[in-house]
């Protein structure tokens, strides 16, 4: 007879075995990454910049020298450069983060070359017809004025403003009248600037062709293209605001949108692993205290989190929900309290053995397939790290303890360190 | 070409195995036949409701997540309004943890108040969070029922008022349970590093004991030929004005399915799409605009919906698009432009068996729609499409008679 009350055995993740990038070098320095898996005969080629919004002087360039790369070279109208990576199937995706931008080209690797010739050319020739640039502001501010009508939307954009301060790198937060005013040239510079050889490096996942190096070479690696300048640029430390409480009304808002964290450090510091140990437990999962107390047991929220923000020069810690605006204040109460009990009790042997194998079993999940494998690469190499990086963290999460847990709290998770903001209805 | 095997077990419980050994996770995927179709008028998101309701608990196993994530396993699911689709992955030593659970819970659910309670309040919430609190939020609870007069198509899976979520009692969901979750009515994918020795002997073990119970017999009213225009216009705190035109088209399975998918990427599909160029870039008449189709199982919608730029008028937004639909009717697609809508749709369906859980789940949905191998004919389909065909295709449908439109503007 069956016994379904007993739980079939199972088998613990002892070891992870990452297949690694393997590396090679263009004629003119650009260092190529590779990750040759995969059944598909596909390719994504990424082109990694540090031109991410930390190194712009005014919002929005950042974001737009990425975004309107494919509008227009000298040779070819924004029209042609689409009809032509369109009529090949391929996909070309941009984006910026606080510390890099990132070009991306998704292939059949039977018009990968064919395309290639179309991506050599943006990069390298963007000219940025002010026509292309106008329509771009002109929408981009229409989407964020209907972000502005989301009250986690305004949340997260209050958010780091309040963490590095308002003129800060990572805090400047972008208003619409930005759309107005940000210029041709600055964008035209920015591109110049930081969309050089130097400047780049590229990563390719895939069933990869034989002939890629020969190819790559022949597109990007040939001549020493944009001008090589020193972009290193100082870190000015953050500014946090000093006011622990924050609120913006919204009077008809259903719900409320609530953030709270604090300024923190990035994965290269010694308690990043076992700080994502407590902060899985904390928010970080389905599981989460967070979830079973205020989703599952409350019912205030269809969801709620926690997460560490690694940036290249800092880092912070935030918890994120949206929560009936009649239950705002229990619901903040309720955040509070979980921070407390996790200072004040050591976490069961029970919870932590399930959240260490929760964690490894994702961890696992990010090993798998080409692109994955790739990421796993772009997130060691841009905090200059190795993959012993992932051997630690997987050594670390196995060994951490409950005592190491409270102990982290305690030091980390003080109410007067935590900055609250709610938008909405309190 | 995806492999796959194909079982029916002695419940009448699905099996299809595919193996792809490229991963180090194996993945069940669990189909259920019913979806917010199914559902009475006046009890609207319960199959959604439901869907909450499977993670509270089953007969013998309190709480579903906890032993999941214990071996390192990861699930969610999803309700549209034909299917209720439930996965998880776990490391592929595992895999019989995931058998455990999932059989659980089609073998009988807890069914405790608290769970109950719980799960009304958090969809309440999230019908407030995705739905009422958000910019256009409520566009789909107000078009369905311009667009469908009959067909259960006309209310949302998250249900058609906060009330019927509020009003469900325990007798329903037992009802419900009872009706639609049962092997007879269910598909069961395993797929990922699998051994299929092992898959069948599991299955045997873990789900052929469970009484096969009735497939989900659907017996839907048929929406009625639209045969006048259909206009609707809303007052809303939103920055732009934004307009929504939907148009009734066949079903999933139907000939026609594929010109019409097509015709939408012509439309709209990136920058080189022809609504994109000249409606965005050229006469600057929309901040974005798109057009494809919902993809239902029962006769669906081609939809086009966009925001309007600034000082622009609906009257004028509307021309613009319906001149793009005229040239779809007169000119012949060129051979180029059509070409390059088939190459996208290729390198699509190719990125897409890249991930072993998204297989999973297609082939789970194509064999409900009648076999599970239709997952290997898209491809295929797609390059038969012809230029007549969309001129024809275009003059059927896109039609003012066939058309329910949703004026969203602001206040």
Not at chain 1, 143 to 162: H, I, M, P, T
Not at chain 2, 21 to 39: H, Q, W
Not at chain 2, 156 to 175: C, F, L, P, Q, R
């Amino acid at each position: 007879m069956l016994n379904r009350t007993q739980a079939p055995e199972f088998k613990t993740i002892d070891s992870i075995a990452i297949q690694q990038a393997q590396s090679f070098t263009l004629d003119n320095g650009i260092h190529v990454h590779t990750i040759d898996a995969g059944s598909q005969e596909l390719t994504r080629i990424e082109f990694v910049f540090k031109a991410g919004m930390y190194y712009q002087d005014t919002p929005l360039v950042a974001s737009a020298a990425c975004a309107l790369i494919e509008n227009g070279t000298k040779k070819y109208s924004a029209n042609q450069l689409s009809d032509s990576i369109d009529f090949y199937g391929s996909f070309f995706e941009t984006s910026v983060s606080q510390d890099f931008s990132s070009l991306a080209l998704f292939s059949l690797n039977k018009h990968l070359e064919s395309t290639l010739v179309f991506i050599e050319e943006l990069i390298k020739n963007a000219i940025y017809p002010q026509e292309e640039i106008n329509t771009y502001l002109t929408n981009k501010k229409q989407k964020f004025l209907v972000g502005s009508q989301k009250v986690d939307v305004l949340a997260r954009r209050k958010y780091s403003e309040l963490i590095f301060g308002s003129t800060h790198p990572y805090g400047i937060e972008v208003k619409a009248e930005d759309h107005d005013a940000t210029k041709r040239d600055s964008i035209v510079n920015f591109f110049k600037k930081y969309y050089t050889h130097s400047n780049c490096i590229i990563i390719v996942a895939g069933k990869l062709p034989a002939n890629l190096h020969q190819v790559l070479n022949n597109h990007f690696g040939k001549d020493k293209w944009g001008t090589a300048t020193n972009i290193n640029k100082a870190y000015i430390p953050a500014q946090t605001t000093t006011q622990n409480i924050h609120y913006i009304e919204k009077p008809d808002a259903v719900q409320s949108a609530i953030r709270m964290g604090r300024r923190l450090f990035n994965k290269t510091h010694p308690d990043y692993f076992a700080f994502q140990v407590l902060n899985t437990i904390f928010g970080g999962y389905f599981g989460s205290r967070l979830m079973a107390n205020i989703r599952e047991d409350k019912g205030y929220t269809y969801g709620i989190g926690s997460g560490l923000a690694s940036l290249v020069h800092d880092g912070y810690f935030f918890i994120s929900t949206e929560v009936g605006a009649d239950v705002t204040k229990n619901a903040l109460e309720e955040i509070y309290k979980e921070i407390e009990i996790m200072q004040n009790d050591l976490v069961s042997d029970d919870e932590l053995e399930t959240v260490k194998n929760y964690i490894l079993g994702q961890f696992l999940r990010t090993v798998e397939g080409p692109f994955a494998l790739a990421d796993k690469f772009k997130g060691i190499w841009e905090f200059g790290l190795n993959y012993s990086y992932y051997g630690n963290y997987f050594n670390a999460v196995k060994s951490v303890t409950s005592q190491q847990i409270r102990d982290l709290s305690g030091k980390y998770l003080q109410k007067k360190d935590l900055i609250e903001l709610v938008v909405g209805k309190k | 070409m995806i492999q796959f095997e194909k079982f029916t077990l002695k419940n009448k419980l699905t099996l299809i195995i595919h193996t792809d050994k490229s991963t180090p996770m194996a993945c069940v995927n669990i189909l259920y036949n019913v979806g917010a179709r199914d559902e009475d008028e006046s009890k609207t998101g319960f199959a959604h409701l439901f869907e909450h309701l499977m993670f509270g608990g089953s007969i013998n196993i309190p709480n579903y997540d906890e032993p999941l994530q214990l071996v390192g396993g990861e699930n969610n699911a999803f309700t549209t309004n034909d299917i209720t689709n439930y996965y998880c992955t776990v490391p592929a030593a595992n895999l019989e943890t995931a058998f455990w659970l999932e059989s659980d819970r089609m073998l009988s659910l807890a069914f405790t108040d608290k769970s109950l309670e719980v799960q009304r309040s958090v969809v309440i919430e999230e019908f407030k969070q995705r739905y009422l609190n958000q910019p256009y939020g409520d566009v789909w609870l107000l078009l369905r029922p311009l667009a469908y007069k009959v067909h259960p198509y006309k209310w949302s899976t998250i249900g058609k008022e906060i009330s019927h979520i509020e009003n469900a009692v325990m007798g329903d969901v037992k009802a419900f349970f009872k009706k639609h979750y049962c092997p007879a009515n269910a598909i069961l994918v395993v797929a990922g590093n699998v051994d299929r020795e092992n898959v069948i002997k599991l299955t045997e073990k873990w789900f052929e004991p469970i009484p096969a119970g009735e497939a989900t017999i659907h017996n839907l009213p048929e929406e009625p030929i639209q045969t006048e225009e259909r206009k609707h216009t809303v007052h809303r705190d939103v920055p732009q004005d934004a307009i929504y035109k939907a148009y009734h088209m066949c079903a999933r399975v139907d000939k026609e399915y594929h010109t019409i998918d097509i015709m939408s990427d012509i439309l709209s599909r990136g920058n080189s799409s022809r609504l994109y160029k000249t409606l965005i870039k050229d006469k600057k008449l929309f901040s974005e605009i798109n057009a494809y189709v919902m993809g239902d199982f029962d006769k669906g919608l081609f939809v086009i919906s966009g925001k309007l730029s600034d000082g622009v008028s609906t009257e004028q937004a509307e021309q613009g698009i319906e001149a793009e639909l005229q040239k779809l009717k007169i000119e012949l697609v060129a051979a180029d432009e059509l070409q390059k809508c088939k190459n996208k749709t290729e390198s699509t369906i190719i990125f897409s068996e890249a991930d072993v859980l998204n297989k999973a789940t297609n082939l789970a949905i194509s064999e409900l729609l009648g076999d599970a191998n239709l997952i290997n004919e898209e491809t295929e389909k797609y390059q038969q499409v012809t230029a007549e065909g969309i001129k024809d295709i275009a003059n059927k449908i896109l039609k003012k008679e066939n058309c329910s439109t949703l004026y969203y503007l602001k206040k």
